[in-house]
């Protein structure tokens, strides 16, 4: 999610109130917020300001304009918002204990293909996205014609969220106040003709003074509110998940700067050119003779940006105008690393220094974000049984399976294993990339269309052959298995001791 200049001053003049601040922002107009952000986020007292005494308004505005002009503010959200590879898996939870298998098969192959073209992981990857920068992500669902559905972004001052279904969703009330921010009447017409029907009667009766509020309180199915919370309680908003690090950051943009200036600054050379007295203390050389020695050392030098000329009555030498660099860097470091503390992300994950602390850091990131993203799951699964499963029968859970870019092969063999053993073959495929309406599809072509089953037998492995595991321990006490020079296996990287992974970086 990008956001220009432009599109942010679009949504300043679009921003009118949040509602329970209503009465704070009247006095805020777009032109004073815009002006404000342009002076105030080169500043990191006014941007501390903000954080600390600005409204929801002028916080997301801070966190959008560093998502897109800060590279480190974005890289840390991006990180987040696209650990997850969003493999999903589509598994039917049973009422009854007997169901007719065609019929069930019917309506689960509906819902595999409708999860399929919901493309979740671009959906849920934009939704982490906003979530991130702007506290909670506010859309309209939309039948889509391929049979799917999509979401429809709403802006967040028209948007909140009060209240929960008996699902556990956050249900969303939208301010149709929104469409008199337009004057253009086609304009409005045709983001107008974009909502959904129910929205549009709403406004109808609003306009004509037939309901009371202009908040119209959204069905289950009809709109979505997920907040950036980890209190899964929450009712009421979030802020941006990041906010704390943007003073950091800003620090940290104040202390590259100094740090080129102090560069600069030990370029930068002055040289004193002494004109020499005689012994009444008197000029050797008449002024215009010094002028033209002065002119001479200036013509000379005149190709080096970083020096200087001054003529005096003192030694020449060359002296520096620069102060320690280092010192400038060691504190420019201390501030780069207060940044990462700040995001709850290890430093080691842009700025390598040992593999073992990325892992476990890795880890700690892979449980937030999953955390973060269990609202998301939650409705997905709701529309999913909104769609599919109206019966007493059975129903659907959709699981976003922990696998990310980093895990992505332990996973996998976590889950072949488990196959192995006869647990699902889903969870197996999915690891691998496989989807599932896929593995269903190729499943079926090689094993009854084209008997691939019989004619393909797989070799044996060391789980369901006695022999091979014995051949495999016979094997092992005699032959070396490892680039070791005693021979012993590789381990992995979570098998190595950090001493051990220290001492190999430090090689």
């Not at 020695?293 to 200087?308: A, K, Y």
Request: proline share 4%.
């Amino acid at each position: 999610m990008k956001f220009s200049l432009d599109e942010l001053k679009s949504t300043f003049s679009k921003m009118k109130a949040i509602s329970t601040q209503e009465d704070s922002n009247k006095t805020r107009s777009p032109r004073y917020l815009w002006a404000r952000a342009k002076r105030e986020y080169f500043d990191t007292e006014a941007i501390e300001k903000i954080i600390n005494n600005g409204n929801l308004e002028e916080i997301i505005a801070l966190s959008r304009y560093f998502f897109n002009y800060n590279g480190l503010y974005r890289r840390i959200i991006i990180y987040f918002s696209t650990m997850l590879l969003y493999d999903t898996v589509v598994v039917p939870n049973f009422i009854k204990q007997k169901v007719d298998k065609n019929r069930f098969l019917k309506n689960y192959y509906k819902a595999l293909d409708f999860v399929e073209k919901m493309n979740i992981p671009q959906e849920v990857t934009k939704i982490f996205t906003t979530m991130l920068v702007k506290g909670a992500y506010y859309g309209l669902v939309y039948d889509a014609p391929n049979g799917s559905i999509i979401l429809g972004d709403l802006p967040q001052s028209y948007c909140r969220t009060r209240f929960r279904s008996n699902n556990g969703n956050q249900i969303l009330e939208f301010n149709v106040s929104f469409f008199e921010t337009y004057t253009d009447e086609l304009e409005k017409e045709l983001v107008f003709n974009n909502f959904p029907p129910s929205v549009k009667q709403y406004y109808e009766r609003w306009k004509d003074g037939k309901e009371p509020t202009p908040w119209y309180l959204c069905q289950e199915h009809e709109g979505v509110a997920f907040l950036c919370s980890l209190d899964d309680s929450a009712s009421s908003f979030a802020l941006p998940f990041f906010l704390a690090t943007i003073p950091a950051i800003s620090r940290l943009r104040d202390y590259q700067k100094a740090d080129l200036d102090s560069v600069q600054n030990e370029l930068s050379k002055l040289v004193i050119n002494q004109i020499p007295l005689d012994k009444e203390n008197e000029l050797a050389f008449e002024l215009p003779e010094v002028e033209a020695v002065h002119r001479g050392i200036v013509d000379m030098l005149s190709d080096n940006p970083h020096v200087d000329v001054i003529t005096t009555f003192c030694d020449t030498e060359v002296a520096s105008l620069g102060s320690t660099v280092d010192n400038v860097r060691n504190d420019l470091g201390a501030v780069t690393h207060l940044v990462y503390n700040e995001a709850g992300v290890s430093k080691q994950l842009f700025d390598n220094d040992s593999a073992i602390s990325i892992q476990y850091s890795v880890q700690n990131d892979l449980s937030l974000v999953l955390a973060l993203l269990k609202p998301v799951q939650r409705w997905i699964s709701y529309i999913v049984n909104y769609k599919f499963g109206k019966n007493s029968e059975y129903f659907y859970k959709i699981n976003l399976l922990p696998i990310s870019h980093y895990n992505r092969k332990e996973m996998s063999d976590l889950y072949i294993k488990g196959a192995q053993y006869g647990y699902s073959k889903f969870y197996a495929g999915a690891a691998l990339g496989i989807r599932q309406a896929d593995l269903i599809a190729l499943t079926m072509i090689e094993n009854e269309f084209l008997d691939l089953d019989a004619r393909m037998i797989p070799l044996q492995s060391s789980h369901t052959t006695a022999n091979s595991v014995t051949a495999s321990r016979a094997s092992s006490n005699t032959e070396t298995t490892s680039a070791d020079e005693g021979g012993r296996p590789a381990l992995e990287l979570d098998e190595t001791s950090e001493k051990t992974v220290e001492n190999k970086e430090s090689m």
